[in-house]
């Protein structure tokens, strides 16, 4: 008889196999899954004088939780700076940041994030001279909730050499009234400033841990980390990883927030490869960024916004530029993948990778489309026909539905499309895009099934799936996207041991109340790193 260390019974064990299997009870040994089955069985073959047991009492068990797109360095350290999601107005960031003014050594930064002009009793964005009401002695940053546009007071403006004869970079735009710069700045204007608004390295590694320990108390056991904005932020994970401040097993998209080709050549040409690694921290695809946001409205899109007929988006490569970089990475056996949210960004992304499977054809690349965030039926249909891998974030019909739905108009019915996506066959996983929106997996698997605005519409309710769809989405699809679906994703024997246990029957409980649910318990490699406190274990 092979004893287990740790035994859950009484429960409902989701497994996520090829059957989506439902038992009673699992085994774990060391850092493996040693069995599945009827609790009788499982106690009877592998308890053993030693084994510890836990009573899930009616809870379901699921695969750990895989995050396929965020930003750990991003979330770890906005919680070093003030939180702007959930103030009203400009005058309540004013009096907030005040207060932060009062006691930062001055010519020391101010930074805040997540703030939502749409959502501000102002309805506009906060300008350089509402932020020099706070402070002239202190650079001040804020960004916007989606990580794509920032504004800075005047004091930032000088430190960074900005003025009216400041040309916008490429990629771009620096806002400006009567040719004055007014302290917004849209993507490239915007990545560039923060080199000058940088965290010194202690801090991002506290951040760091603090990311860790956050998604892990969601149930989140393995994160695709989408990039920071400098070539550091992978000697800062694999640090971080190494020191044991992440916990979290590690898939590391490889590019930049800032000048992602750049970044992306240099590691090309340093010989890392997709694969690199191993089950604790490993390199994975080949990232560049093409356009803006789906909230900004930045995001490239064939068509003019329907809220301004005036503007489609922002670019940041042409397709020559992301033919050349990518497909030098598809060239020297990389998965290859790239930021795309409005659909003349995904159709670009796609032609860069037909064109590299035509020149030089590769079976199971499993290339990504990072968000893939309008893709209409043609799109759909040539992701499918080439195989790709679209990688989209339910949770963003929660938080800015309501917005796409003035933005975009009709076309919410094309914004990630994930049932468009499996009924045409083609294997997705999810992401959160964290800090951008909630990185809690309950919150995502909640707006995929009900395609549900904070302001309760519903977007393109024929997208919806099922409750046992978004669970694969979030577990096995997610290890698939990495390459690791034989190690982890679903609850079969031989593979890793990383576990969550949710604080009732997530496939029965009704659909409104999925998203409140908590985890109890988190296993990473057999190991419980969180539990519940109001739990005993």
Known sequence: MEVADLIFFNGNVITVDQQFSIHQAIAVKDHLICGTGASRDILANFKGEHTKVIDLDGRSLLPGFIDAHAHLELYGTNKLGVNCKELASIKDIQATMKQVAASTKQGDWIRGWGYNQNALKENRHPTRWDLDHISTDHPIIITRT??????????????AGIDE??????????????????????????MQMFLEALYPEDQIMEGLQYASEDYIEKGITSVHDAGGYTNHHFRHLAKA?????????????????????????KALEAGMVTGTGDDRYRIGPAKVFIDGSSSGPTAKTREPYTSNPDDSGILYLSQD?????????????????AHAIGDQAVEMLIETIETALEKAPRNDHRHRIEHAGITPPDLVERISDSTILPVPNPAFIYEFGDGYLQDYGDRVRHMFPIRSFLDAGIMTAVGSDSPITSFNPLVGIWAAITRQTKQGAVVGPEQKISVE????????????????EE??????????????????????????????MQVDITLINGEIVYQ???VEV
């Open 487 to 516: 190690h982890k994703g679903s609850l079969e024997v031989g593979k890793l041991a990383d576990l969550v246990v949710l604080n009732g029957d997530i496939l029965s409980v009704p659909t409104e109340d999925i998203k409140e």
């Open 532 to 534: 519940n406190k109001k």
């Open 146 to 159: 989606c990580n794509h546009i920032s504004v800075v007071n005047s004091k930032a403006l000088e430190l």
């Open 469 to 484: 769809e978004a669970i694969r989405l979030y577990t096995l699809n997610g290890a698939y996207a990495s390459f690791e």
């Open 165 to 190: 004869n400041t040309p916008d970079p490429d990629g771009g735009k620096i806002g400006r009234e009567d040719g004055v710069p007014n302290g917004l700045l849209f993507e490239a204007a915007h």
């Open 321 to 337: 530029e992301l033919n050349h970089i990518l497909g030098k990475a598809h060239d020297y056996g990389w998965q290859i993948t």
């Open 241 to 265: 990883v190494q020191q044991g401040k992440i916990k979290l097993r590690v898939h590391t998209l490889i590019g930049s927030l800032n000048d992602s080709p750049g970044v992306l050549d």
